[in-house]
């Protein structure tokens, strides 16, 4: 077996499984070597259902009195129904179409349940458990389990073994680094590291098999952005884009004046376009920090300069929003300056309208998806291209929007929180202007966390807040494979949520499953305030700007790294009003408690990704990615800060003695097929 064998040559591997493979983008063995877990499973000691472990994932070891009872449903599934006994309190267990577990079970007998405990009416249930032997489940309870990312109809434990079997049968080569980097370093080898993450044996040797893993990610990373550096030439600046005094005539009008740091990026990027190169700026600026309007008045002076420019957004409610927000201003101006705006979702009739728009101005503003860039989208004059929120493309991507001009500007913006001496190493090829400061008419906001014993009163609050005008978020827990969907989910939620509330609050409902038009009209909705509430999984995630909005409730927060609570609780605090996020905690863990008050120490996205990283063991240290920054397969940039330090130093050694990897063509083999994977962002 080779390397770049199609993964159908794995034993167990048929047509069938190749093609859901192949879906995740896993073609050959190196491919199914790479895919690494998501996350690991340690299965926890039985433990006794009590109302704080409501909603967690808990083992319980539980006597079954009767055999199980089947019977089908009205919908046609066959249901499999037994109670469980944990000393007296009793567990209902179900399961939808699994009767071959019937026969299993031995009444009077204990055994080991796993799964979300919840809570039906006042009765402890777990729904589709898993069943052990009391004695496996000692056995499997030592080990540490991989959990990958799969795709419907493909097992956990079918991804198990055709990783397994790839690793007995390939060979991964050790010779990679350079001898001396390889000595420097006295890393974990490679392939040793490779199928320790899959298949660890402790957490120490993890952690081991990571540092290797992220490092090689971060140098392959770092080398071929430094060589590119080296090779691609700047562009000369063909455009002429001057600062224009209807630009300060906007400024003066607006309610409000740019902060110290808005009006120095500002300053920076009008340097560049007057430079005589075309200008690479990242523009980095914490939620709210406010980067729209810089984007927007860098646009203004390039329309009135006689100039295209263009936005792209990830999302389609982030390109409409942005749609309406440019088009208010720019009437806010009373300049003449068309707006136009391309999502996917639009009809061909609209399409066609807004092409016209940019057939017929020269000095067009253009928003949109990643509509802009497909095929047969073409503009005039661009001068200036933007992307925000730039984690969320890939490098081709945003290749693909300057290529619609001739070599223009280029701005992207982040709202990942770095250190700038971090974004200098990651980003080496681009300048870096960061906003810190917010706008200063923001009041901190207040965060608190708190237990399902509390719902009522949170409930009460929303309650209030509505009464007072002001709009509430509220996001769902994060759902696993296993679960139910998210989409039902948040219908569920939503539903219970009007029992409980009445008639009198109107509920929006969005969710990742929706179709990008309706997902366009719940956030419209909530906008323009015609609903009071929006129950929703992360997709708000990003870059929504809902001022009037000055709630966030989060369920389940334990479930979700801190730099996304992060992310989420940024869509309040954006008026003047005073804003509140609620954290709710369903672990019964202290720990969780300690980890989910770093939120309420601090309101810098960067701090709170390093204290939550000091907090976790290295058990729960693997599923969470703090930052969506880079789509490094191991490496994260808050986690494996030393290794990317480290990736840096080396990477500038080596260039330093041998600028085109000449005397290295090991190294620059390795780079060649890491870039074939083409997962690096930049
Ligand atoms: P982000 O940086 O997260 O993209 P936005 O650009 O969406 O933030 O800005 C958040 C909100 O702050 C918007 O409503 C915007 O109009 C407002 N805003 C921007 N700059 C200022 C400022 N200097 N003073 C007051 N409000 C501002
Ligand atoms: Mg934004």
Known sequence: ????????????????????????????????????????LIYPSPSVPNPDSVGSLISISGRIKYSPKAFRSKSRMDILSVTAYVGDIPVDLVWFNSNYLKGTFEPGKIYVFYGRLINDNGHYKMSQPQVFEQDKYEAIKQQILPIYPLSKGLSNNTVTKAVREALEHCRVSDDRLPIELENKNQFMPYSQAISTYHFPESFDKLVLARKRLAYEEMFFFILNSRLQ????????????????????????????????????????????????FVSQRLIQGDVGSGKTIVAFLAMLDAALSGYQSAIMAPTE??????????????????????????????????????????DDNSNCMIIGTHALISEGREFRELALVITDEQHRFGVQQRDKLSGKGNHPHIIVMSATPIPRTLAMILYGNMHVSAIKELPANRLPIKTCVIKESMRKSAYKFVVDEIAKGHQVYIICPLVEASETTEAQNVTDYSKKLKDYLGDDYRIGVLHGKMKPAEKNQVMDEFARHETDILVSTTVVEVGVNVPNATVMMIENANRFGLAALHQLRGRVGRGDAQS????????????????????????????????????????????????????????????????LEMASEDVDMIIKEDPNLESHPKLRSTLNSFLADQFYVL
């Open 1 to 40: 077996m080779e390397l770049l064998s199609p993964v159908d040559t794995i034993k167990g591997v048929g047509e069938k499984i190749t093609k859901l493979l192949n879906k995740l983008g896993v073609y050959t063995i190196e491919d199914i070597l790479l895919f690494f877990p998501r996350t690991y």
């Open 580 to 643: 509140y996020c609620i954290l709710m905690n369903a672990s019964p863990d202290n720990r969780e408690s300690e980890r989910l008050n770093i939120m309420l120490k601090s309101n810098d996205g960067f701090y709170i990704a390093k204290e939550d990283l000091k907090l976790r063991g290295p058990g729960d240290m693997f599923g969470v990615r703090q930052s969506g920054e880079f789509s490094f397969r191991v490496a994260d940039i808050y986690q494996d800060a030393d290794e």
């Open 229 to 276: 550096e080296n090779n691609v030439a700047a562009y000369p600046n063909q455009f002429e884009i001057s600062h224009h005094k209807e630009v300060d005539d906007f400024m003066a009008q607006l309610p409000f004046s740019l902060t110290n740091d808005q009006q120095k990026v500002l300053d920076d990027i009008r340097e560049d376009l007057l430079g005589e």
């Open 317 to 358: 409610v982030l390109a409409k929003q942005h749609y309406y927000t440019f088009s208010k201003w720019v009437e806010d101006s009373g300049l003449d300056i068309p707006v136009a705006l391309f999502t996917g979702s639009m009809k061909v009739s609209e399409k066609k309208a807004m092409q016209k728009l940019v």
